[in-house]
């Protein structure tokens, strides 16, 4: 699916651009999209360097172990496949409270690491397991508690209550994780097959 | 007080003073994270970059403005809303463009405004994060992946607009 999308992306993309007579924008965005991708990857290279290293401290204190003790009864609900005490559990609940509190380059990271010991969980098959599916759904919805880089942006453009709407967004995105796990319910009962 | 700028001085301090009296050889630690934070970025690259050609691309042609100012859906739907909500899912650089936009042709506290800033705030770029999290550890069949990603996207629009309009009522 990514694949199709991919190809049409192009194949629209470049069609349109000949019907629009934008020609130029095309070579424009050809010769310029692989350096912004580049550059975007260096200046998250930096952030994701610091905030993995700042996570192995956290964790060999055992600070992610306790937390993700705390926080047991949540991951349990959410991601009902994994077993108990796994180290899992530590990254789940340490990319969640990254995403409440909007640090999205710090929940990366974390997320990632949550992948690496799902796929050991599924004897490292290069099919998605069923708690990474949940793990991907729930960080594309987000849950948000404080939108800082919003409301900064609302404040460069004139906004007269810039903080207007948080309470708003929380609402929002908390609602959108709850149908984002109740999606989840869903697609993994009507697709139970393909999970043997 | 900018609250939010406490965060994370105040996590680091925390963990710096709890190492300390743990022991642990915080040092050695960090480098060990940064090593595997520099392995992430590394495995990364190659799907980012896939992605923000091809969006970029798309984003050039002028397909999606098109398509909003050709379809008539004026009466229905804002074009330059519409055009945010399909640029949302696929490309962050493309959705925050047009959110600039938005801001700067309708202003940040306008209807449209609050609407653009709620969906920002309260979804992420679905099929970065899809190609991200696989790519970073190799996982090659994704099942329901983006069509569940998706649809939860169509309903975070729609939850939104409630949630705004139920505000504005008050």
């Known amino acids: 699916m990514v694949n199709k999308i991919w190809l049409l992306l192009f194949i629209i993309g470049i069609f349109f651009a000949l019907h629009n007579n934008r020609i130029v924008e095309i070579n424009n965005a050809l010769l310029e999209a692989p350096q912004d991708a580049v550059k975007l990857i260096i200046s998250l290279t930096g952030l994701y360097i610091f905030w993995s290293g700042i996570l192995q401290i956290a964790k060999d204190c055992g600070l992610i172990e306790k937390f993700a003790k705390k926080i047991y009864f949540i991951t349990k609900l959410i991601y009902p496949e994994l077993p108990k005490d796994h180290a899992v559990h530590g990254y789940l609940a340490s990319n969640m409270a990254a995403n409440m509190l909007g640090l999205g380059s710090v929940a990366t990271p974390l997320g990632i690491k949550a992948m690496e010991e799902m796929k050991k969980l599924n004897q490292n098959k290069d099919s998605a397991s069923r708690s990474m599916l949940t793990l991907i759904l729930i960080n594309s919805s987000c849950l948000t508690l404080l939108p800082t880089t919003i409301i900064s942006l609302r404040k460069v453009y004139g906004s007269n209550e810039p903080t207007k709407v948080i309470p708003l967004i929380i609402i929002t995105s908390f609602l959108s994780t709850l149908t984002a796990i109740l999606i989840d319910r869903l697609f993994y009962f009507l697709n139970k097959k393909k999970f043997k | 007080m900018n609250f939010s700028a406490y965060i994370i001085p105040v996590i680091i301090i925390f963990l710096m003073i709890y190492a300390y009296y743990k022991k642990i050889n915080a040092y050695e630690s960090f480098i060990k994270g940064a090593k595997e934070g520099l392995k992430y970025s590394f495995e990364i690259l190659p799907y980012v970059a896939s992605m923000i050609i091809a969006t970029s691309v798309f984003r050039s042609s002028l397909f999606v403005e098109t398509i909003t100012k050709h379809l008539n859906l004026a009466r229905l739907i804002n074009?330059?809303?519409?055009?945010?909500?399909?640029?949302?899912?696929?490309?962050?650089?493309?959705?925050?463009?047009?959110?600039?936009?938005?801001?700067?042709?309708?202003?940040?506290?306008?209807?449209?405004?609050?609407?653009?800033?709620?969906?920002?705030?309260?979804?992420?770029?679905?099929?970065?994060?899809?190609?991200?999290?696989?790519?970073?550890?190799?996982?090659?069949?994704?099942?329901?992946?983006?069509?569940?990603?998706?649809?939860?996207?169509?309903?975070?629009?729609?939850?939104?607009?409630?949630?705004?309009?139920?505000?504005?009522?008050?």
């Not at chain 2, 463009?97 to 992420?124: C, H, M, R, T, W």
Request: charged share 15%.
């Open chain 2, 79 to 170: 074009p330059d809303i519409l055009t945010f909500m399909i640029f949302k899912p696929i490309s962050g650089m493309a959705s925050l463009a047009v959110l600039k936009e938005i801001y700067q042709n309708y202003g940040p506290d306008s209807f449209l405004g609050l609407y653009a800033s709620v969906i920002q705030g309260s979804s992420d770029t679905t099929l970065y994060i899809i190609t991200v999290y696989f790519g970073a550890i190799g996982i090659k069949e994704i099942k329901y992946a983006i069509k569940a990603g998706l649809l939860n996207d169509i309903i975070n629009f729609i939850l939104g607009f409630l949630i705004l309009w139920l505000f504005l009522l008050r």
